[in-house]
């Protein structure tokens, strides 16, 4: 075969890979669009698991009529335009990626209003080389994303999805994962017509907790030590289960770096030091965490689908993250004995 240059749709069917595994990734990346995009309020609705529709509904600053197509381009971003910018990521997204992705493997419809404009418009890319067809639409100052039909023209990832119940279970998570990221958003999730969560914006410290113990559980809301730790520039807060407690919710583990929810090797081996042989035999440690730090102090272009970063001074990071739970640890000691072995 001749060197060829690859059909856009095709080039973003490669990349798309890379970041849209499931349902469940794309609710991710459409989410995180959304907060991006300064919304304080988003809707998440799908059916069939999200195989058959995801539709995300925002009220941030929207997109103009005029960027509509570039937004469904390849490598086009309004979030860092600079080297420096991507040293220095405030954003979550910055990849330019994942619309250009997720449309090359559905049918992505985008509608959006900025306050500014009068009319609504909606793009969608069609064909080899996706070209955007534009027409006006109606549409309250918002984007409003809709996926239908994940996988429909590349079988080998379609047969990968599992059950209705399964994937949903992963959106589920992802929503979940959010509203811990986010106490201030108002953040719905509804699944074949049915509301499933409704997570109101919470400003009140009652309201937080409110929404702590509707995803983390009771048992960890009653009994969760509330640490906050500051040192040189970090600042790691959050909620920690008391080694005796920690049995009861096995899967309450959150972790937050900057805002982004992530599964970091080096914060969960900080985390399980910080338990030490405090936990029981099988226990494991229920946390919700937040590491604060200064963005130049994290790489997060690691990954694709950014579930992990990097430290620039990791063994800092590590050491103050240990200190910090170590401390909330002991401290709950000294209030709470933990009960005698029966
Ligand atoms: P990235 O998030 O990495 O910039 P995306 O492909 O996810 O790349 O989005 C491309 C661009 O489209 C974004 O940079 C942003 O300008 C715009 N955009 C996407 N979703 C929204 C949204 N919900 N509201 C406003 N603008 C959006
Ligand atoms: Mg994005």
């Known amino acids: 075969m001749p060197i060829q240059i690859l059909p856009a749709r095709l080039a973003n069917q490669i990349a798309a890979g890379e970041v849209v595994e499931r349902p469940a990734s794309v609710v991710k990346e459409l989410v995180e669009n959304s907060l991006d995009a300064g919304a304080t309020r988003i809707e998440v609705e799908v059916e069939k698991g999200g195989a058959k529709l995801i539709r995300i509904r925002d009220n941030g600053g929207g997109i103009d009529r005029d960027e509509l197509t570039l937004a469904l381009s390849r490598h086009a971003t309004s979030k860092v335009s600079s080297l420096e910018d991507l040293e220095r990521i405030l954003s979550l997204g910055f ?6 992705s ?4 559905s049918r992505l419809v985008l509608t959006s209003k900025p306050p500014s404009q009068e009319q609504a418009w909606q793009a969608m890319a069609e064909g080899r080389e996706m070209d955007v ?14 996926v239908s039909d994940l996988f429909f023209n590349t079988p080998a990832r379609r047969r990968f999805l599992r059950t209705e119940k399964t994937e949903f279970g992963h ?21 074949n017509g049915k509301p ?8 009140l410290p009652s309201q937080q907790d409110k929404r702590l113990a509707a995803i983390c559980g009771p048992a960890f809301m009653t009994s969760a030590l509330r640490f906050d730790s500051e040192h040189h520039g970090l600042r790691l807060w959050g909620w920690l ?20 929810m992530m599964r970091d090797k080096l914060l969960n081996h900080a985390v399980r030091q910080a338990y030490g042989d ?7 440690g229920a946390f919700v965490l937040y590491l604060e730090l200064d963005a130049a102090e994290v790489d997060v272009n690691v990954h694709p689908a950014k579930h992990e970063v990097r430290f620039h001074q990791a063994r800092l990071v590590h050491d103050f993250v240990y200190q910090a739970l170590s401390q909330a640890l002991e401290q709950g000691e000294s209030v709470q004995p933990s ?4």
């Open 171 to 191: 959106i589920d998570e992802v929503v979940r994962r959010i509203a811990l990221s986010r106490f201030d958003l108002a953040l719905s999730l509804r699944h």
């Open 102 to 105: 997720i449309s090359s493997v």
């Open 133 to 146: 067809r534009l027409q006006p639409a109606s549409h309250p100052d918002g984007t409003t994303v809709e």
């Open 95 to 100: 990849r330019g990626e994942a619309l250009a």
């Open 339 to 342: 009960p005698s072995p029966a």
């Open 278 to 284: 405090r936990l029981p035999a099988e226990g494991h």
């Open 241 to 260: 289960a008391p080694p005796s407690a920690a049995r009861v919710q096995p899967d309450v583990q959150y972790t937050y770096v900057n805002g982004r």
């Open 196 to 203: 499933v969560r409704q997570y109101r914006a919470a400003s």
